[in-house]
């Protein structure tokens, strides 16, 4: 299979303040890959460092086929990146901004206005395409800047945490329209910092800290490195009372019970519950320590 | 829903240098301190040196003669001087970032701006001679002296606004553009813009003299008075062509720095 990304060995320093220490990742081409990491642990400086914003220090980056450093043009043909802020002009019109970005895209001006009409509707935005950015909810921000990144067919997406600060609707509809661009095949690398997004959209979850991936794998993968399933307990205020790790045969569970029911009261409440997401990004950005109980 | 359909080759730098051009009129356009500015200061200048300090500069009357090109300078130091807050504010937002991911030349928004700011500065200027014209100027020199002139203003608005437009892109924001633009916009009153400099106390004579106004101005008046120029066009053309390519080339690299370290 093609590798959309290749990075082996990238490291990346500001001043003495080391940012990415030896990142190596490979993303199959048309396959979402998602970057999940706390604010500081080097997310952006790794999209920048892939769409050829940032010069690395050493490692080497290819993307599309293309090395970041010696084919800056050809990777630049080949991506499209919809940064953490929004980059688009605030006072052109929504409609104006597509056209630009059309036209420096190289479509000729007909071309360039029937595919920011189509774009706007898509990305529905088709009432505010005359008024000028400026006046712009954030989500629609948000939707113009994704719907400029897709005005030409890119083989490699990068979005920067595409959703933050978006609402629940907006969010909505850049989900989908990353969904339907995975299906046409496009290859998808985003960085997030909620959960639920990468659980949602990503074939391949990946865990950046202190500038090295901690961890790698699908959802599903991740949450079983992470813990087992666990019987919880809770008190008729719904207060955690105890938690106890399991693997969910009838033995265990009964062992645990008859432990527990002689130490706490009969209307305790009894739960299995499955490790989230939010489980494998605290467990695995907070160091090897783990609180179980 | 559609995907793009389009397989395309990049835009070329024909095309990329008009978009930009075309964004930078239409932000000027938008900008309504910037065009209130453009209009309105030309004409108060005129007005000012010519019915309040005018007299008292030069009782004979005929100061508006002398005046007009040292406030065509003078505004185009002031058009110019909203380059470096918008190229500021630019590279301080994303937009630019977008501008960089793309297989174009991405300092071709510098350009827009430069651009703009030319088209802007010629309305000024053009306003300047109109009001001129209304308060008593009467230049009695042919079309190419015009022309001439043109050609020397022209120069000098892409000087200085290439020095703006890397003083914008070195501020690090759009309030620092503006101050440190500033020291720029004072440099028209410390020439022969107002008063002949042979009239400065002696230590500031030599600067007045030599530093790039002052040829562009004597240049301007005479072609457009019919007096002497002596050697000031070469001058007033060297330092013009010497600014433009110093100020290009320090925009070229302070692009890619400022860029390229976030």
Redesign the interface.
Known sequence: MNHAIEVCGLHKS?GNQSILNGVDLVVPAGTVYALLGPNGAGKTTLI?IL?????PDAGTVRVAGYDVVAQK?DV??S???T?Q????????TGE?NLV??G?????SSK?ARL?AT?LLE?FDLTDAARK?VKTYSGGMRRRLDLA??????HPVIFLDEPTTGLDTRSRRVLWDGIT??AR?GHTIFLTTQYLEEADQLADTVAVLKDGQIVATGTAEQLKAQVRSDRVELRDAEDRLVSRVPTDGTIRDLLGILNHLHSQVPADTRVSIQRPTMDDVFITLTAGEKEVSA | MREAQFSVQPASSWTTNWVFIGRGIRHSLRDVDAMVMAIALPVMLMLLFTYVFGGALDPTGNYVDYVVPGIILLCAGFGASGTAVKVAEDISNGVIERFRTMPIQSLGVITGHVAASLVRNLVATAIVIGVALLVGFRPSVGLGAWLGAAGVIVLFILAITWLFAAIGLVAGSASAASGYGFILLFLPYLSSAFVPTRSMPQWLQGFATHQPITPAIETIRGLLTGLPIGTNAWWAVGWCLLLIVGAFVWCRVSFHQRSGQR
Request: hydrophobic share 45%.
């Open positions: 500001f920048r769409s050829t914003l940032t010069a043009r630049k043909r991506i499209s990146l940064g802020f929004t980059a688009v002009d605030e006072v052109l104006e630009m970005m036209r420096l895209s190289g479509l071309a595919r189509e898509r000028r400029i990144s897709l005005i030409v067919s339907e661009l046409q």
